[in-house]
Nanobody, 125 residues
């Protein structure tokens, strides 16, 4: 059974930074893409960032490009989301997700089979 445990959320003022972590267990971490999604109240879950199984390819939603960085540490089976210059519109519950298919890559919710419990990020103006 794959488990994803997120940490690092919290409350920060606009312009501040946070780093989210997601520790994975239950299957070979290094063979699957990892993603971050977020969901604000009353909105659908939104893609934020993805990193390939090798770590060599990343993609971001336009609204976070240049501010957020996704990375992974296969030795620790952990994926990170470094968030800088945070804005109030970044406020949401952030979810870590593990890819559905072996060495696949995608930005859709359906591309991911396992999800963490979510961690709240609140950015005040």
């Amino acid at each position: 059974q794959v488990q994803l445990v997120e940490s690092g959320g919290g409350m920060v003022q606009a312009g501040g930074s946070l780093r989210l972590s997601c520790a994975a267990s239950g299957r070979t971490f290094s063979n699957y893409a990892m993603g971050w999604f977020r969901q604000a109240p009353g909105k659908e879950r939104e893609f934020v960032a993805v990193i390939s199984w090798t770590g060599g390819r990343t993609d971001y939603v336009d609204s976070v490009k240049g501010r957020f960085t996704i990375s992974r540490d296969s030795a620790k089976s952990t994926v990170y989301l470094e968030m800088n210059t945070l804005k109030p519109e970044d406020t949401a519950v952030y979810y870590c997700a593990a890819g559905r298919y072996y060495r696949d890559y995608g930005a859709r919710v359906s591309d991911y089979a396992y999800w963490g419990q979510g961690t709240q990020v609140t950015v005040s103006s």
